[in-house]
């Protein structure tokens, strides 16, 4: 297939510093390289192209992994969005070095997408890094949408994306409690050519820490903790690293200001973690990285820490406590932290390119044998509509407590996250939700405040959620 883009424009900087004009054309040729690798979308090219091109730096990243992972992430990015042809491009300078920027078309997704390309101040060896995501033209200016007509682009949308082999999963388009739309596309199992249904249980990844965080503010209403207790009140900070952990409030928890850093090991015992007492060893390698409420960073171990809390509080496990006073109450019947060697019925595995196999690959060896505070659960596009309505209507928690969750708190530096869920959007559409993310999978829950809409997108291969959401997004803005 003849592959076609248009070539990347060049810029030479100025004085005070800046690059020559011959660097800058070094620069956008080297992207121009880049581009070309990842649209022959083969393995051997992309491969060649990571390590003779990327820093020493980045290729001996997370444990001497890097190249492995860039040239998966590269791979995987390749396969689904196809050709990609550049619009504009531009070299910016930064304290490190220049990044190269620029907006891609993919036709296979029907989307643009901002290319970045993260250089060093080297003449070899240069790229520190690359991230492609997301970024659809805006359209408010255009005609605004009838309910109706919006809810007619979202269908023809993810139907299109999932037969061009981009959408697998699973979709849910609600005005309050009222499902507007639902679908489901693609497989289950690929092994066995199970399709996925309305009813099948996805991996829902971090999203699982929204019901950790209402656990939380459950037991707050009760008047069994408060907010502004110490962490320290319900963790023996002897079983912890490094830092004063007695600063951290449980709103610093909630809202990722905690400084909790992210700990080592699990990867090493995830196929044995089952419950809570399983990680009590990871303990001691969770440290302190800055004084809490001072900035925003996001910790997978603090919402492990909620976790367990929620134990030391109740008497109970996690997992029970979260079937009986979160899924129960919000009749979320299809949802749960399942042991993954264990057959549940209706579960999709996730699916990716995987370096090590050559070919579209289960992740099933790449994650723990059972999901838990953090991450990891199982759910479905009807029983996330149920979660959002039982929040909204005080189900779960209160109202008013509901609000403070679901409010940002720029007070502890956390402009975009309240407690136990992200807020976008701006002052006219407000998103909130959570999302999850890991290989093959991806997953989003947003409440669109003022608009009334709630979205589910659950989708087991690749990034299927993503562009799904940012269209949505994006038609969102017309209405």
Same mark, same amino acid.
């Given at each position: 297939?003849?592959?076609?883009?248009?070539?990347?424009?060049?810029?030479?900087?100025?004085?005070?510093?800046?690059?020559?004009?011959?660097?800058?054309?070094?620069?956008?040729?080297?992207?121009?390289?880049?581009?070309?690798?990842?649209?022959?979308?083969?393995?051997?090219?992309?491969?060649?192209?990571?390590?003779?091109?990327? $820093? /020493?730096?980045?290729?001996? +990243?997370?444990?001497?992994?890097? @190249?492995?992972?860039?040239?998966?992430?590269?791979? #995987?990015? %390749?396969?689904?969005?196809?050709?990609?042809?550049?619009?504009?491009?531009?070299?910016?300078?930064?304290?490190?070095?220049?990044?190269?920027?620029?907006?891609?078309?993919?036709?296979?997704?029907?989307?643009?997408?901002?290319?970045?390309?993260?250089?060093?101040?080297?003449?070899?060896?240069?790229?520190?890094?690359?991230?492609?995501?997301?970024?659809?033209?805006?359209?408010?200016?255009? $005609? /605004?949408?009838?309910?109706? +007509?919006?809810?007619?682009?979202? @269908?023809?949308?993810?139907?299109?994306?999932?037969? #061009?082999? %981009?959408?697998?999963?699973?979709?849910?388009?609600?005005?309050?409690?009222?499902?507007?739309?639902?679908?489901?596309?693609?497989?289950?199992?690929?092994?066995?050519?199970?399709?996925?249904?309305?009813?099948?249980?996805?991996?829902?990844?971090?999203?699982?820490?929204?019901?950790?965080?209402?656990?939380?503010?459950?037991?707050?209403?009760?008047?069994?903790?408060?907010?502004?207790?110490?962490?320290?009140?319900?963790?023996?900070?002897?079983?912890?690293?490094?830092?004063?952990?007695?600063?951290?409030?449980?709103?610093?928890?909630?809202?990722?200001?905690?400084?909790?850093?992210?700990?080592?090991?699990?990867?090493?015992?995830?196929?044995?973690?089952?419950?809570?007492?399983?990680?009590?060893?990871?303990?001691?390698?969770?440290?302190?990285?800055?004084?809490?409420?001072?900035?925003?960073?996001?910790?997978?171990?603090?919402?492990?820490?909620?976790?367990?809390?929620?134990?030391?509080?109740?008497?109970?496990?996690?997992?029970?406590?979260?079937?009986?006073?979160?899924?129960?109450?919000?009749?979320?019947?299809?949802?749960?932290?399942?042991?993954?060697?264990?057959?549940?019925?209706?579960?999709?595995?996730?699916?990716?390119?995987?370096?090590?196999?050559?070919?579209?690959?289960?992740?099933?060896?790449?994650?723990?044998?059972?999901?838990?505070?953090?991450?990891?659960?199982?759910?479905?596009?009807?029983?996330?509509?149920?979660?959002?309505?039982?929040?909204?209507?005080?189900?779960?928690?209160?109202?008013?407590?509901?609000?403070?969750?679901?409010?940002?708190?720029?007070?502890?530096?956390?402009?975009?996250?309240?407690?136990?869920?992200?807020?976008?959007?701006?002052?006219?559409?407000?998103?909130?939700?959570?999302?999850?993310?890991?290989?093959?999978?991806?997953?989003?829950?947003?409440?669109?405040?003022?608009?009334?809409?709630?979205?589910?997108?659950?989708?087991?291969?690749?990034?299927?959620?993503?562009?799904?959401?940012?269209?949505?997004?994006?038609?969102?803005?017309?209405?």
């Amino acid at each position: 297939m003849k592959r076609t883009f248009i070539a990347l424009s060049l810029l030479a900087f100025a004085s005070n510093g800046s690059f020559a004009a011959e660097n800058t054309l070094n620069h956008n040729k080297l992207a121009d390289t880049f581009l070309t690798a990842l649209n022959s979308q083969k393995l051997s090219n992309i491969e060649n192209f990571v390590v003779s091109q990327f $820093s /020493k730096d980045a290729l001996s +990243r997370w444990e001497g992994t890097g @190249k492995d992972r860039y040239v998966g992430y590269s791979m #995987n990015k %390749a396969l689904y969005l196809g050709n990609l042809e550049v619009l504009d491009s531009k070299l910016e300078k930064t304290d490190n070095g220049l990044q190269h920027i620029s907006t891609v078309y993919s036709k296979n997704i029907d989307m643009q997408y901002r290319m970045v390309i993260y250089f060093n101040n080297e003449q070899k060896h240069a790229i520190t890094g690359w991230y492609i995501g997301e970024n659809p033209k805006d359209t408010s200016h255009l $005609s /605004k949408l009838s309910d109706d +007509r919006f809810v007619e682009e979202v @269908k023809s949308y993810s139907t299109r994306l999932a037969n #061009n082999g %981009a959408f697998s999963g699973a979709i849910l388009l609600a005005k309050g409690d009222k499902v507007l739309f639902s679908a489901a596309h693609g497989l289950a199992s690929r092994r066995y050519d199970v399709p996925n249904n309305l009813n099948t249980k996805f991996q829902i990844g971090s999203m699982n820490k929204m019901f950790t965080s209402i656990a939380i503010l459950q037991l707050v209403q009760q008047g069994k903790m408060s907010l502004d207790d110490p962490m320290t009140k319900y963790i023996d900070s002897r079983l912890l690293g490094e830092g004063d952990f007695s600063k951290i409030k449980i709103k610093h928890l909630l809202s990722h200001t905690s400084g909790i850093g992210n700990g080592e090991g699990f990867n090493a015992i995830q196929n044995k973690v089952r419950s809570l007492k399983d990680i009590i060893p990871l303990l001691p390698s969770i440290d302190t990285t800055f004084e809490p409420g001072s900035r925003w960073r996001y910790s997978n171990n603090g919402m492990m820490l909620l976790g367990k809390i929620i134990e030391n509080v109740t008497g109970e496990s996690y997992f029970d406590y979260i079937n009986k006073h979160v899924y129960a109450k919000a009749d979320m019947r299809n949802s749960g932290s399942f042991d993954l060697d264990v057959p549940v019925k209706n579960t999709a595995r996730n699916y990716w390119f995987s370096v090590e196999t050559g070919q579209i690959t289960e992740n099933l060896m790449f994650q723990s044998v059972k999901g838990g505070p953090a991450g990891g659960g199982y759910s479905t596009v009807s029983d996330l509509h149920k979660f959002a309505i039982a929040l909204q209507n005080g189900k779960l928690i209160s109202k008013s407590l509901a609000q403070q969750a679901l409010s940002a708190k720029p007070e502890l530096n956390a402009n975009n996250w309240g407690y136990g869920f992200s807020i976008r959007g701006d002052e006219e559409n407000t998103i909130i939700g959570h999302n999850g993310q890991h290989l093959g999978m991806t997953a989003r829950l947003n409440m669109y405040k003022e608009k009334g809409y709630i979205l589910v997108v659950l989708g087991n291969y690749e990034s299927s959620a993503w562009p799904v959401i940012a269209k949505v997004n994006q038609l969102m803005k017309r209405l």
